[in-house]
């Protein structure tokens, strides 16, 4: 799709765009994990929609979406949290890019580069110390074009669920 520059309306989201943004966050799910088990879909929608209603508005969640001609196209999320601090992280501030998603049909046209510049500055407005993120493989050049890095110690998880 060739989109016309002057036609994307980059905003932040709303309360109103909660049904959207779960549908986004749903395809950028499914895309990742297409093989996932849907027996959960009807709870992560319902924790989607308060996750959003609890978050959008506030100081721990930005999200910045885009409009082509009326539709939303693409999505993204910066979540907002302190830690203790340290010496490469003075302040303690953290922040996780998250939901950056744009529908396939719009890639390939700048989008999401516009998007982490919005997430950067408003990263930078609110003295964020770091910024971090999960990286798919069609995006992670993108990231390291902005100074994303690899982290020096490697962050590993347990899942609750599991244990």
Not at 2 to 12: M, P, S, T
Not at 41 to 62: S, V
Not at 81 to 87: A, G, K, S
Not at 89 to 106: D, F
Request: with cysteine; aromatic share 10%.
């Amino acid at each position: 799709m060739i989109i016309k520059k002057d036609n994307l309306v980059f905003r932040r989201a709303t309360l109103e765009d909660i049904p959207e943004l779960i549908k986004l966050k749903l395809a950028l799910l499914d895309e990742l994990n297409p093989n996932e088990d849907k027996n959960k879909l009807d709870t992560l929608k319902k924790e989607l929609e308060i996750f959003f209603e609890d978050h959008i508005g506030t100081t721990e969640f930005i999200s910045w979406l885009v409009e082509y001609n009326g539709e939303i196209i693409a999505t993204s999320g910066l979540i907002l949290w302190r830690v203790p601090p340290r010496y490469d992280c003075l302040h303690g501030r953290y922040g996780y890019i998250s939901n950056m998603y744009t529908v396939p049909k719009a890639r390939k046209n700048g989008i999401s580069t516009e998007l982490i510049k919005k997430l950067i500055s408003e990263a930078k407005i609110l003295n964020i110390d770091i910024l971090n993120l999960h990286a798919t493989k069609d995006g992670i050049q993108m990231y390291r074009r902005f100074g994303f890095t690899d982290p020096i110690d490697p962050e590993i998880e347990l899942n609750l669920d599991n244990y």
